[in-house]
């Protein structure tokens, strides 16, 4: 079975720009969690979907938003590009959104804001 | 809210060395533990995890993780190093009361392993 899967791999925007990033869950998985994870730190959680409805955000301000489709894919969308938005973005999915659900990572988009 | 402390940032050892990296969480309720491990050009694997039952947990490639709820803490373990487990290691917590699944991770444990 394929794992979870983002697109695109690497992505190269300017300040102020806007950016949309995506990803697919194993199937039959129907929670999807976004991680921000900046060179040398942990992943840092910035939302979670479950059945299309926002489960939980993190502490990221109102540029960041996400939302989930009928098929359990996911969008995450990053306004007003900053600098220190420059980091790995983590897409995670599980087949149960409460706390027992084991999520599985994908391999990230890499964003690069100059 | 919960918080996860990894104290060591960087360990260097030799093939056939034990490991231990510590892991502590900060976080009044219940916890489920999860170590995941990040190979170099790979992406986030889960090792092994912790949600209830025997404290001392089992994973893959023969890492183990105790549990020790009056410590806070939940460090990995393996009796004998190999090359192959060059890679940085996360320890992360979620609160077993949220309705959500939301991970906290600690900064991370880069493991250099000299053959």
Redesign the interface.
Known sequence: DA?VTQSPTHLIKTRGQHVTLRCSPISGHK?V?W?QQVL??????IF?Y?EKEE??R?NFPDRFSARQFPNYSSELNVNALLLGDSALY?C?S?H?????????????TRLTVL | AQS?S?HNHHVILSEAASLELGCNYSYGGTV?L?W?VQYPG?????LL?Y?SGDPLVKGIKGFEAEFIKSKFSFNLRKPSVQWSDTAEY?C?V???????????????TRLMVKP
């Open positions: 794992g929670s969690s991680y040398g730190q942990g992943p840092q959680f979670q479950y489960r939980g993190g983590l995670a599980s149960s959104g409460t706390s027992g659900g084991t999520q599985y990572f994908g391999p990230g | 996860v990894q489920n999860f995941y790979q992406h986030l694997q889960l995890k949600f996360f992360a979620n609160a077993a009361d949220n309705a959500g699944n939301m991970l906290t991770f600690g900064g991370g």
